[in-house]
């Protein structure tokens, strides 16, 4: 429990910290300044990991965790390679957030902030979801099968649709219009304004409400996942947290460059399926911690690269035309 109130108070700290005193204006995050907050957060992911290893190794400030739970190494690997499915498979989240803040139309300037309490409510929403799944895997172990079938049925899906998200056709933001007055006008960053003596949310609010929902439908393919590399709700629950923390410096790093990592959509089909066969394959093949998170880095790498070599290439054929 101990363990469990310094996480959140760590955790909380730095959020606070981030939008009270890093982020306390609202403006515009460059790329270079996304990059450099990308860096940080996957520090300060890292560095938690290395906290991982003394709780499970050595037992840190009286950590006891479940019975048959990993050693301090394998648990290292577990987190890691839990933070980066969930940090490769927030890459599709990014573009969906896009989509959203184009169609609302919200400045750039007052995009970080509905991304900062879009985490916080995707962090409530996501703990929840954890501690149901694994009740349900600690209650019923052929939960494995469905878990590695919702995730392959995810990589075929994605692999056959062509579809954009679409905010105007979502039943969220028909279902706002009727419990509560929206306005179509902005009011700087609040979520919240006065219309005619009224209080109205404003369309920063509903731009939220729409991230967060975008964030629990792609929950329901990586919590799956995460579950093929760990069991234990605290290496779960952590990993995913921190991954989140870093979407929004994420964000801004990638969002203006979609086009140019055109095949990171294939690198996550093929992610989802190699977790979901792993799932799958539980009781009968045991595939190595360290030889996941290697399959992972190489799937992302493959995408990267042959994103920015085809983009290289269209470069030189446009110039040299």
Not at 122 to 131: D, F, K, N, P
């Given at each position: 429990?101990?363990?469990?109130?310094?996480?959140?108070?760590?955790?909380?700290?730095?959020?606070?910290?981030?939008?009270?005193?890093?982020?306390?204006?609202?403006?515009?995050?460059?790329?270079?300044?996304?990059?450099?907050?990308?860096?940080?957060?996957?520090?300060?992911?890292?560095?938690?990991?290395?906290?991982?290893?003394?709780?499970?190794?050595?037992?840190?400030?009286?950590?006891?965790?479940?019975?048959?739970?990993?050693?301090?190494?394998?648990?290292?690997?577990?987190?890691?390679?839990?933070?980066?499915?969930?940090?490769?498979?927030?890459?599709?989240?990014?573009?969906?957030?896009?989509?959203?803040?184009?169609?609302?139309?919200?400045?750039?300037?007052?995009?970080?902030?509905?991304?900062?309490?879009?985490?916080?409510?995707?962090?409530?929403?996501?703990?929840?979801?954890?501690?149901?799944?694994?009740?349900?895997?600690?209650?019923?172990?052929?939960?494995?099968?469905?878990?590695?079938?919702?995730?392959?049925?995810?990589?075929?899906?994605?692999?056959?649709?062509?579809?954009e998200f679409d905010p105007s056709t979502s039943v969220l933001v028909k279902i706002s219009r009727r419990i509560y007055p929206l306005t179509?006008?902005?009011?700087?960053?609040?979520?919240?304004?006065?219309?005619?003596?009224?209080?109205?949310?404003?369309?920063?609010?509903?731009?939220?409400?729409?991230?967060?929902?975008?964030?629990?439908?792609?929950?329901?393919?990586?919590?799956?996942?995460?579950?093929?590399?760990?069991?234990?709700?605290?290496?779960?629950?952590?990993?995913?947290?921190?991954?989140?923390?870093?979407?929004?410096?994420?964000?801004?790093?990638?969002?203006?460059?979609?086009?140019?990592?055109?095949?990171?959509?294939?690198?996550?089909?093929?992610?989802?399926?190699?977790?979901?066969?792993?799932?799958?394959?539980?009781?009968?093949?045991?595939?190595?911690?360290?030889?996941?998170?290697?399959?992972?880095?190489?799937?992302?790498?493959?995408?990267?690269?042959?994103?920015?070599?085809?983009?290289?290439?269209?470069?030189?054929?446009?110039?040299?035309?």
């Amino acid at each position: 429990m101990l363990v469990w109130i310094g996480f959140f108070a760590i955790f909380l700290s730095v959020l606070v910290l981030d939008l009270a005193v890093l982020h306390r204006e609202s403006r515009t995050m460059s790329v270079r300044q996304a990059l450099g907050w990308t860096v940080v957060w996957i520090c300060v992911a890292m560095a938690f990991g290395g906290l991982v290893y003394g709780l499970y190794e050595y037992h840190w400030f009286g950590w006891r965790p479940d019975p048959g739970a990993p050693g301090g190494t394998q648990a290292w690997l577990e987190y890691v390679t839990g933070y980066l499915l969930e940090w490769s498979l927030s890459v599709d989240n990014i573009f969906v957030i896009a989509v959203i803040f184009t169609y609302m139309k919200i400045p750039a300037q007052y995009q970080y902030r509905v991304l900062f309490w879009g985490i916080v409510g995707a962090i409530v929403l996501r703990g929840v979801m954890i501690a149901a799944g694994a009740a349900l895997i600690h209650a019923f172990d052929w939960m494995f099968y469905v878990f590695g079938a919702v995730l392959l049925l995810s990589a075929a899906r994605m692999l056959k649709s062509d579809e954009e998200f679409d905010p105007s056709t979502s039943v969220l933001v028909k279902i706002s219009r009727r419990i509560y007055p929206l306005t179509d006008n902005l009011d700087g960053d609040r979520f919240f304004t006065t219309v005619n003596g009224a209080r109205a949310a404003t369309p920063l609010f509903v731009t939220l409400l729409l991230v967060d929902f975008a964030d629990v439908v792609f929950a329901v393919d990586s919590i799956p996942a995460i579950f093929a590399v760990t069991k234990d709700p605290f290496i779960v629950f952590t990993s995913n947290a921190f991954a989140i923390l870093g979407l929004r410096a994420m964000y801004f790093a990638i969002a203006g460059l979609m086009v140019m990592f055109r095949y990171i959509k294939y690198s996550l089909i093929f992610i989802l399926a190699f977790v979901g066969v792993k799932m799958m394959l539980h009781h009968h093949l045991q595939i190595p911690h360290a030889l996941s998170l290697g399959i992972i880095v190489a799937f992302l790498a493959l995408g990267v690269l042959a994103s920015l070599w085809v983009s290289r290439r269209e470069q030189q054929g446009q110039s040299g035309g």
